[in-house]
């Protein structure tokens, strides 16, 4: 909670307001095929979460989670606010017709959405534009088995997420020399050279915002991953019994398989704040889930 400045302090962390959740979970399991040699099961489970802020007791009708989230009364615990992007400049007309930016800003620069209808692109035009939570979240498992040789899949997903790459203030704008992804090759270059329409022209200063934190930085986090997959035989009975076993099996398995996804950076599962649910779906450069090839032995005496 923010501080009047006579108090001595910028801000202090209290228990207020109040919060609605509402959602429902789905859980579905069956026996596809149950014969002597072959059997396969499935499993899926969806769920679905609304979150809303009823009210905020210190008065205000929104704080600040951090430079671009705030807990706003209506929406979300820490919604994305931010000036929102709504294309590229392509000509000089369009800039001229469009609100006052700045003085400087020519065609190939970012064109923003004037919230409050003043004419003018200020701070003042920073509106909500994403949210965090997923609209749902899903799982998939399927496990088939043949005799003594088993074979399960496990895939999941999110849907409708954003997540706020902050990481692309670094290799998204081409100010600098850093290595750049490569979506930024595809930036604009001229009227005839448009690019892809999402990455602005090259630029080294942010007098039109193009480097600022905006909703420039601000993607899709949905994602399908192949979670594991995972191969085993058991090995049959009698064999075990002349080893004097109770039970032997073999199997490999593969962790974080492959992930589908337009999220740019390296895993849509990264977070830079860990559980802190006041700052969630941010990223800078989150280390990604490591892909893991594991093979192995289980044996009972």
Request: avoid cysteine.
């Amino acid at each position: 909670v923010t501080l009047p400045g006579a108090s001595g302090f910028g801000s202090s962390t209290q228990n207020i307001g109040e919060v609605e959740n509402k959602g429902f979970e789905l859980g579905i399991n069956s026996d596809n095929v149950l014969s002597k040699d072959f059997q396969w099961h499935t499993g899926f489970n969806i769920s679905m979460n609304r979150n809303k802020v009823l009210s905020l007791n210190s008065g205000a009708v929104r704080i600040a989670n951090s430079d671009f989230q705030v807990t706003q009364v209506g929406s979300p615990i820490s919604s994305f606010f931010l000036l929102k992007v709504i294309g590229i400049f392509q000509t000089a007309d369009e800039v001229a017709k469009s609100p006052v930016q700045h003085p400087r800003v020519v065609p190939g620069d970012l064109k923003f959405e004037d919230a409050n209808k003043d004419g003018r692109i200020t701070t003042a035009d920073r509106t909500l534009t994403g949210s965090p939570w997923p609209d749902f979240t899903w799982g998939f498992d399927n496990k088939f088995s043949y005799k003594s040789l088993s074979l399960s899949v496990s895939i999941n997903g999110t849907q409708g997420n954003s997540l706020f790459f902050s990481g692309g203030s670094v290799v998204l704008n081409a100010a600098g020399v850093q290595n750049q992804l490569t979506v930024v090759a595809d930036r604009w270059k001229s009227l005839t050279d448009p690019g892809s329409g999402v990455v602005q022209r090259a630029i080294r200063n942010d007098y039109a915002f193009g480097i600022s934190n905006t909703s420039r930085y601000l993607f899709d986090g949905s994602f399908v991953k192949i979670r594991n997959i995972n191969l085993s035989y058991n090995f049959q009975a009698a064999f075990i019994k002349r080893l004097k076993l109770q039970s032997l099996s073999v199997y490999a398995d593969a962790s974080n398989v492959f992930v589908f996804t337009d999220y740019p950076s390296f895993d849509p599962e990264g977070s830079t704040s860990g559980d802190n649910i006041s700052k969630s779906g941010l990223d800078f450069f989150s280390y990604p889930n490591p892909r893991i090839f594991s093979l192995g032995v289980r044996v009972a005496f």
